[in-house]
Structure formats: C-alpha cells, structure tokens
Nanobody, 116 residues
Framework: QVRLVESGGGSVQAGDSLRLSCVTS????????MAWFRQAPGKEREFVAA????????DYAASVKDRFTISKNNGKNTVYLQMNSLKPEDTAVYYC?????????WGQGTQVTVSA
C-alpha cells in the first residue's frame, strides 16, 4: 500500500526558509519519479518540482526555480523540498505526489503560509 506523509509546513515571513519532508512507504524511491505540487486558496493544484529515480532529471516550475530545491534520501524513503526566499505568493498547501502503476497518490498536504 502506497502512503505519503508530508510535514514541515508552517507560518513564516517573506524571505524566510522552510524544508518540507515527505515520508513514503509502499514504493522505492530508487525506481520512482517523485513530485511536489501546491494548491493555493481558490486556485487549482499546480506543479512545483519533480525528481527522477536516479536524481539525474530534476525540474522546477518557473515561479520557484532558483529558490526551491527538491532532493531525496532513498535509504530513508523521504523526499524533501527546501524552500528559500519565500514569498507571500508561495502560500499554499503543499502535496507530495507519486504515480505508481498508473495511479496518482497524494499525501494529506502541509500548509505553508508566508506573510509580507
């Protein structure tokens, strides 16, 4: 059974940093693409970042490139999202995502609130 559990969100001021974690079970990070998405109030869920099984392929949304870093620790079954220079427009619920055997799995999300 695939399970994703996010943590690390919080309320911060503009310019601060946060690191989100996503602990996974039921999958192997060495063979699976992982991604982070976010959803702001009243908006659709949007892509933030993705990382390939070998860590060779990494992609970011234009809005977070050069500020956010996705990484993972295969041994700890954990995916991270380091968020620096946070802006009020980064306020959203952040979700960890994996597509496994054709099915999309999501965690419960972690709230990030950035005040000006």
């Amino acid at each position: 059974q695939v399970r994703l559990v996010e943590s690390g969100g919080g309320s911060v001021q503009a310019g601060d940093s946060l690191r989100l974690s996503c602990v996974t079970s039921g999958i192997s990070l060495s063979t699976t693409y992982m991604a982070w998405f976010r959803q702001a109030p009243g908006k659709e869920r949007e892509f933030v970042a993705a990382i390939s099984p070998s860590d060779v392929y990494i992609d970011y949304a234009a809005s977070v490139k050069d500020r956010f870093t996705i990484s993972k620790n295969n041994g700890k079954n954990t995916v991270y999202l380091q968020m620096n220079s946070l802006k009020p427009e980064d306020t959203a619920v952040y979700y960890c995502n994996v597509r496994f055997l054709g099915v999309d799995y999501w965690g419960q999300g972690t709230q990030v609130t950035v005040s000006a």
